[in-house]
């Protein structure tokens, strides 16, 4: 006799990440340091430049590197329950 079981993974959990208060609210670390790498690198690109276009453009990539590292670096892996639980437990060959 055959019997179908289906396994029923865990719920998926959420990116647990340090966080700062800033006047109160809990920031993630990563916004935080994204944020004041930016205003360092348009003030410090402005200076030796004089072009506001130029430090628009170099904040914005040094904000976005900072944020989708410290995101990459800092963040627990997101485990999405289902795919994860398949994908670790499947037949091997």
């Given at each position: 006799?055959?019997?179908?079981?289906?396994?029923?993974?865990?719920?998926?959990?959420?990116?647990?990440?340090?966080?700062?208060?800033?006047?109160?609210v809990?920031?993630?670390?990563?916004?935080?340091?994204?944020?004041?790498?930016?205003?360092?690198a348009?003030?410090?690109t402005?200076?030796?430049?004089?072009?506001?276009?130029?430090?628009?453009?170099?904040?914005a990539?040094?904000?976005?590197?900072?944020?989708?590292?410290?995101?990459?670096?800092?963040?627990?892996?997101?485990?999405?329950?289902?795919?994860?639980?398949?994908?670790?437990?499947?037949?091997?060959?």
């Amino acid at each position: 006799m055959t019997t179908l079981t289906d396994l029923i993974p865990e719920p998926a959990t959420p990116r647990s990440i340090a966080s700062v208060p800033v006047f109160g609210v809990p920031w993630p670390v990563n916004k935080l340091a994204a944020v004041v790498a930016g205003v360092l690198a348009a003030v410090l690109t402005f200076v030796i430049t004089a072009s506001g276009v130029a430090a628009m453009w170099v904040s914005a990539v040094v904000v976005l590197a900072v944020w989708w590292g410290g995101f990459r670096l800092l963040a627990v892996r997101w485990d999405d329950g289902g795919r994860d639980f398949i994908a670790e437990n499947r037949p091997r060959r």
